[in-house]
Each structure stands twice: as structure tokens, then as C-alpha cells.
């Protein structure tokens, strides 16, 4: 798996190891997942779970899945500390997979997985990444209270 060390070109944004990006996914709680659907590109908010050096995720039957499952993606996490104004972000890009396999799928079922949206959510999509990047930083202009924008 490809992955990013060191620092970042910019002198304020430090690039974020391997260990620390798995870090990060596991505090968050929304993520966008980016598929080509119907030609083009598209985004969708879905809530996760990190498991074994993969994410997680439930959908239906609908668009999301039909994008997703068997194809490669990119999956996408931020973050910020209201505290000390420090941002983040972590992207993976790898295939999806419907689970399917009975031991894997009981596996899936025991994750705190709970979707946000009503509707039958049957369907276990795995990414495996092939790669992993993520970026912190300070928020420019310091504390950013909520309702404020950027």
C-alpha cells in the first residue's frame, strides 16, 4: 500500500504517517465516498467503521451501491479541533466490495455501523485501500467558532 511521510510542500501543513491517517479515520464519523456514476463523478456522505486496515460502510440497493461495490474509489475524512484550530484530512483510494461471504458479512454486522438515514440498509461494503494520504494543519485566522465561515 502506498502511503505518505514526512512533510507536506507547505511550510504549515505537516503530512501525516500511515499510523496517524488510521488514527484520524477512527475519530471520524462522516465520510465521502467518491464513484463514477452513470459517467460521471459523484459524492456520497455515508457513516463508516474502520476494520482490520479497511472501511466499512452499509448502504440499500440503490445508486450507491450500483457505484460502488466492485470499483474503485476514493473515500475522504476531516476533522477539526475547535480547541487549538487544527484541521485535517485523510483520503483513501482503493476498490470496494460487496461483503458477502456468511462469516465476514456476521463479522460486519457487529460493527458499530448505524445509519443515519431510514430505510433498509441490507447491503456491506468493504474499501481496501491500495493507498493512504492525510494532511493536518492550523486553521488560518486561529479559532474558527461554528456558524463562521472560512
Known amino acids: 500500500m502506498e502511503t505518505n511521510t514526512g512533510r507536506a510542500n507547505a511550510a ?5 504517517t500511515t499510523a496517524q491517517c488510521w488514527d484520524h479515520l477512527r475519530r471520524g ?15 456520497f456522505p455515508v ?7 479497511t472501511v466499512v460502510f452499509r448502504t440499500g440497493s440503490g445508486s450507491l451501491f450500483a457505484s460502488s461495490a466492485g470499483q474503485a474509489v476514493a473515500f ?6 475547535v480547541a487549538d484550530a487544527n484541521a485535517w484530512s485523510v483520503v ?16 460486519a454486522m457487529r460493527l458499530p455501523l448505524y ?4 430505510g433498509p440498509k441490507p447491503r456491506f461494503v468493504r474499501i481496501e485501500p491500495d493507498s493512504i494520504s492525510g494532511r493536518e494543519f ?12 472560512a
Open 12 to 16: 504549515d501543513a505537516e503530512t501525516l
Open 29 to 43: 464519523v462522516v465520510g465521502r465516498l467518491a464513484v463514477v456514476h452513470g459517467g460521471r463523478p459523484d459524492i
Open 47 to 53: 457513516n463508516f467503521a474502520v476494520d482490520h486496515g
Open 76 to 81: 475522504e475524512v476531516d476533522g477539526y479541533a
Open 92 to 107: 483513501i483510494r482503493g476498490a470496494a466490495r460487496e461483503i458477502v461471504h456468511v462469516d465476514e458479512a456476521l463479522e
Open 115 to 118: 445509519p443515519w438515514h431510514e
Open 138 to 149: 492550523q486553521v488560518r485566522g486561529g479559532h474558527m467558532e461554528p456558524g463562521r465561515e
